[in-house]
């Protein structure tokens, strides 16, 4: 098993958004690849895929502005562990990289299947 978490880029786009349909209720209808586009391009380089194996597993995407910071979407496969001291939630949780108030509101992201997680 070869684990990659990288940057997204654009060409990711669809192997994102098919992660995120395969979420029932997570896709919002307004939503198009050019939102998705936007989303990951205004998060410059704390948008980022988990790849098992070459393939997309999970995307996680958070925003960085200055006083505050917050964890706009996080989507992982069916079947992959997520959580504290897992991938992708460790990089979004150590506390080397992060600013406070992103690592607050990654220990509360919303995990496929398990309803929200955090104190």
Not at 44 to 65: K, M, N, T, Y
Not at 102 to 112: F, G, H, L, S, T
Request: glycine share 10%.
């Amino acid at each position: 098993m070869n684990v990659v978490i990288r940057e997204a880029r654009r060409e990711d786009l669809r192997a994102i958004r098919r992660l995120m349909e395969a979420e029932p209720g997570f896709w919002q209808r307004d939503w198009s690849d050019a939102t998705l586009a936007k989303g990951i391009e205004t998060a410059g380089d704390l948008a980022l895929v988990w790849e098992d194996d070459a393939a997309i597993a999970g995307f996680v995407c958070a925003h960085d502005l200055g006083f505050r910071a917050y964890l706009s979407e996080l989507v992982v496969a069916q079947g992959q562990e997520v959580g504290a001291g897992s991938l992708p939630m460790s990089y979004y949780s150590d506390a080397s990289w992060a600013p406070g108030p992103a690592k607050r509101y990654a220990a509360q992201a919303r995990v496929p299947g398990k309803g929200r997680r955090g104190p």
